[in-house]
Each structure stands twice: as C-alpha cells, then as structure tokens.
C-alpha cells in the first residue's frame, strides 16, 4: 500500500467532503453504498474544482 504524503490530511478533507456534500444535498453517512456515481462524482469534482480555486487566488 501506498504511503500517504501528509496522514493529518484525512480528517481534513473527510470533513471537508461531508460540508460539500451538504450544502450540495448529497446525503454522506459512513456508509455510502447506497449513492449513485453521480452523486459520488458530483462531490469529488466540487471538491477538485474549490481546492484548484483556493490555489490560484493564493497565487495571485
């Protein structure tokens, strides 16, 4: 298995998912067997798209 860059990292982004998945009415539990792709998808690329946000404000 591959050795995670930053362990602390988990935490953060896990509860960084749950807030997108919030505010986008995905409903994440602890098992999310019962989500679409779809849905999946939908939170993995909003969550992409706001951290490539944040970089290039923080460039500028």
């Known amino acids: 298995m591959a050795q995670k860059l930053v362990p ?3 935490n ?3 509860k960084f998912k749950t ?3 919030n505010e986008m009415g995905v409903p994440f539990t602890d098992y999310n ?4 792709s779809k849905q999946c998808g939908s939170v993995g690329g909003e969550m ?3 951290m ?8 500028k």
Request: aromatic share 4%; no cysteine.
């Open 8 to 10: 602390e990292s988990k």
């Open 12 to 14: 953060g982004l896990s």
């Open 19 to 21: 807030e997108v998945a």
């Open 33 to 36: 067997g019962n989500l679409s």
């Open 48 to 50: 992409v798209k706001r």
């Open 52 to 59: 490539v946000s944040k970089y290039e404000k923080s460039l």
